[in-house]
């Protein structure tokens, strides 16, 4: 498993800073949010990333937009826009984008009324990314008000629903810890494709990690059984940008190599 951070952490820098930035902290893996890349291009950004020789992921656009909305305008806008950070992201070289399932727009929906458009447009922009060669990962999403996709076996129906090779889930473990015990959701969910990483405490979620509640020692082992991708840190501290990607990269680095000796001594 290898360390990777969001472009977020330093949300408020130009995203082809972040590269530099990400170098410096000896980070190869930059995980693009499509709403950083829209606020930062002038055209050419996209090419650049794809020559920055770092390893690339995005997470697609989520600022007002639902997959599932009852309201049609704004469904059809919002799949629009997450085709469009498909595209960018096959033309940047990334591996995979990270979509928001959508969720119910108000208190008189029900999960299963939302079922078919959410199969609908998780089918379509897994069919767009076999096209272009790129994984389409949905994220599993914090226990909170509206949301449909918080549980393990959710995600696996839709898995078996869309039916496609390059379709699987963001595990968010932040997210999950708000549901259930993390170990036991990642052992009931039958494909992970990515991976996003930060604490929670107190349901606040994306926190830094190691001043939360998760125990990541039992998390990454569980992780280590079913996924060897990227460990994509999540969070932001608008005061010290820096300080949180270098407590959060030296802790997980630190939890990666303790992982690392007790599995060679149990050989």
């Known amino acids: 498993m290898e360390v990777a951070i969001s472009s ?3 949300k408020s820098h130009p995203l082809d800073e972040v590269i530099h930035l990400a170098r410096e902290q000896g980070v190869s893996w930059v995980e693009v949010w499509t709403e950083h890349l829209w606020r ?3 055209g050419d950004l996209v090419k650049r990333l794809r020559s920055s020789g770092l390893s690339l992921s995005v997470h697609g656009p989520i600022g007002d937009l639902n997959i599932t909305s009852s309201n049609p305008g704004i469904r059809e806008e919002s799949i629009r ?3 469009q950070g498909i ?5 940047m070289g990334a591996r995979v984008i ?6 119910l727009t108000g208190r008189q929906d029900a999960p299963e009324g939302i079922w078919d458009m959410q199969i609908s447009a998780f089918t379509r922009f897994a069919a767009r990314g076999k096209e272009l060669g790129l994984a389409i990962a949905m994220e599993t ?3 909170r008000n509206k949301e449909v996709v918080i549980h393990p076996e959710i995600a696996n129906q839709i898995i078996d629903a869309v039916n496609m090779d390059n379709f699987g889930v963001t595990f968010d473990i932040s997210h999950a810890h708000t ?3 993390v170990v036991e959701f990642i052992q009931a969910l039958r494909k992970i494709s990515h991976i996003h990483i930060s604490d929670t405490k107190q349901s606040k979620v994306h926190v830094l990690m190691g ?3 998760i125990a990541f020692g039992a998390v990454l082992r569980a992780l280590k059984e079913k996924y060897d991708g990227a460990l994509v840190i999540e969070g932001w501290n608008p005061k010290d940008e820096l300080g949180m990607v270098q407590k959060s990269t030296a802790f997980l680095n630190a939890q990666l190599n303790k992982l690392t000796t007790n599995l060679k001594s149990e050989v």
């Open 211 to 213: 001043e939360g509640e």
């Open 179 to 181: 549901v259930m015990d």
């Open 98 to 103: 990270t979509i928001h399932p959508g969720y």
């Open 8 to 10: 977020l952490l330093f």
């Open 81 to 83: 826009q997450v085709l």
């Open 40 to 42: 930062d291009d002038h």
């Open 87 to 91: 595209e960018e992201s096959a033309a």
């Open 141 to 143: 999403m914090e226990k």
